[in-house]
């Protein structure tokens, strides 16, 4: 029986891949190497990882407003990551998976970092407002 | 969200495809964010590197710009955010031909629209301020941040593709800093130091901004008993956002607002000398070999500009080592006009107008160039370098420049 984790209605199609998870922020732009897919920025949690393809767990947005073209950019390429959960984004974020078609998710009840492990199989539904942990029963 | 009959219209289509585009976005993003309705923006800023852009959103720019004219132009007046490349310098950065040819595409499909290229991110002291509760859509956080604390505006970050649509559609969703309750003071900090220098007001936003870390705080910084200048409050404003993603701090006294907290006012966080000690000691590289030396991000004011010119008087820069300095096309003119920008480049260092180095392929300009270490007096810049593969390190621009002049850091 998959896990349902409810959240704030969100952006974009519902997908299903899975889970890379870190305790820390994002930018596109402070933090990837887009050409690569590997989050480039030495301090980040996840240094060195692949985000191709992976539904991504983090805290918060931060830093500028490049995420906001950088989404579609990434996802042109297909070079992207599949789906965004996070505990609560900047507008930035919302307004890149708006225009890059990414879904996006985010006000759940208790810390996204906890309540997701990297090795989760999700399915991100944003306009229900829905995660289903498919691969574990609690 | 709630609708007039004009939002009606235009996403309908009858106000063409080009604004039904622009509504369309802007209701995904305000329903995502519980907006109730749209507040009438009276200016618009886009951000569009073509860095950020790449060649799937100059198409899609250059899709919007092959509408109609009447469907096509802006409803207010739209301007520019730094933009990668100086056509005049891009050379000698060796930037490419082919990110020059990016540019030229961009720029042409924006004028398409009407926008107007100011190519700055500091358009409030040097294109037109915007005045107290008046509502924006800027599409730069440092632009933000200053406007909504210093200056009392309202407006949330807007990144390029919502700020467009924002200047299509005059418009833009009511949330985040267009509320009166989102403004209220969330952090408390005290400063018992007098940060020196730029840089130091920018350590001091980049320890402020860490310590907050999301877009939805608002910190009160007490304790500042002299008024900073606007490059100050700049520098401290654009480390804040970058660091912290923050849009809103409050100076009591200083700033536009009165600092109302959210609820009772939070426990109070000591700012002192050895934070911002320790906060430089992160960058710090003693002795290491200095490729580039960049003073931007946000690009200098006529007073930045000029304390750069004098730092490097008489000086020559070392052969080992790039200065760059980056303003916006009316400083520069000035610049040019008062004999700064001859002054600077007679040490050998550059003065490009209309870009940020962060926005201009500062991954492959570090390839083309060797270039690893960097200096800067911009907290901002040193918090984005890093995962463009730099080593950065933070300093007034007078230890820049000898640093500079030394080829290596002071």
Redesign the interface.
Known sequence: MPILVRC????GPTVAGTALVAAD?FSA?????RHRGVF????HKLAGQSYADRILVLD???????????L??M???GIVPRALIFN?????L???A??GGVA?VDRFEGDVTQLFRTGDELRVDPAAGLVEILNRDR | MRLSDEERAMLAGELGAVRRWGISHQIAVGEFFDAADFVPVSQAHVMADTESLGEAGLRFLEGLAASPEAERRVRVPTITDPRGIDFAVYRRLRQTPEMAALEQRAIEALRAFGVLMTDTCINYQTIMAPVRGEHMAYGDTGVVIYSNSVLGAYSNFEGGPSALAAGLTGRTPRYGYHLEACRRATRRFRLTVKPRDLSEWGALGGIVGEACGSYWEVPVIEGIETVPGSDALKHFGTALASFGSLALFHMPGITAEDAVFAGSPPAVVTIAQDGIEAFLARYAAPEDKLDVVVFGAPQLSLFEIEAVARALDGRQVHDGTTVIVATSPEIKHAADRMGLTSRIEASGAVVAQGICFYQGYAREMAEANGWSRLMTNSAKLVNIIGGYGYRPTLASIERCVDSAVAGRVL
């Not at chain 1, 480039?40 to 301090?43: L, T, V």
């Open positions: 704030h209605k969100g952006i922020n732009r402070y933090d990837l190497d480039s920025r030495p301090s918060t947005a931060k830093g500028g407003v490049a995420t906001a073209w950088m579609h950019e996802a042109a390429r609560r984004v900047n507008p930035i919302a307004q890149g708006a225009f996006l």
